[in-house]
């Protein structure tokens, strides 16, 4: 039941204004890409250990942000479910939309304290991401921590 909790409290929602749209805009796996990658740049710059690709998780949070892209709106999923399908010991979710640019969005996760704790966290060793554009074109992002069991 503690892993439940930590795994809900860890799951922050970050309300942003959308974003102008870009000139250019970047397509979602090479935004996927970049959000994995300056994750794991801010975790090196605090010295920690890079987080390693999660296949299951990235399963969830591109389901999540699929989901968010066509309801266009932002919300967390159920991590209970996520903990018991990927096995793993504890999760964590960050969520956001609008973001035209990954270094946009890494920079106003780690501005949020929540969504900081959740990226800098040593507990957590594996990420997934999901990156989906809703009808408008909003970019709508999620993160899924975890570590396995």
């Not at 999540?64 to 999923?77: N, T």
């Not at 399908?85 to 640019?101: D, I, W």
């Not at 800098?120 to 009808?135: E, H, M, P």
């Amino acid at each position: 039941m503690r892993r439940i909790i930590v795994a809900l409290l860890s799951a922050l929602a970050l309300a942003v204004v959308p974003a102008a749209p870009s000139s250019v805009a970047m397509s979602a796996p090479t935004f996927d890409k970049k959000l994995f990658k300056q994750t794991n740049g801010a975790r090196t710059t605090h010295e920690l250990r890079t987080l390693k690709h999660g296949a299951c998780l990235n399963r969830y949070a591109q389901r999540q942000a699929d989901r968010m892209a066509r309801k266009q709106r932002m919300y967390h999923q159920d991590l209970s479910v996520v903990l018991k399908r990927c096995k793993a010991r504890t999760v964590g979710e960050n969520v956001a939309y609008g973001f035209t640019s990954p270094k946009s969005n890494i920079r106003a996760w780690m501005d949020s304290p929540g969504h900081r704790h959740n990226m800098l966290s040593r507990k957590f060793t594996r990420l997934g991401i999901g990156v989906a554009k809703d009808k408008k074109g909003r970019t709508y992002t999620v993160q899924v921590f975890g570590r396995p069991a």
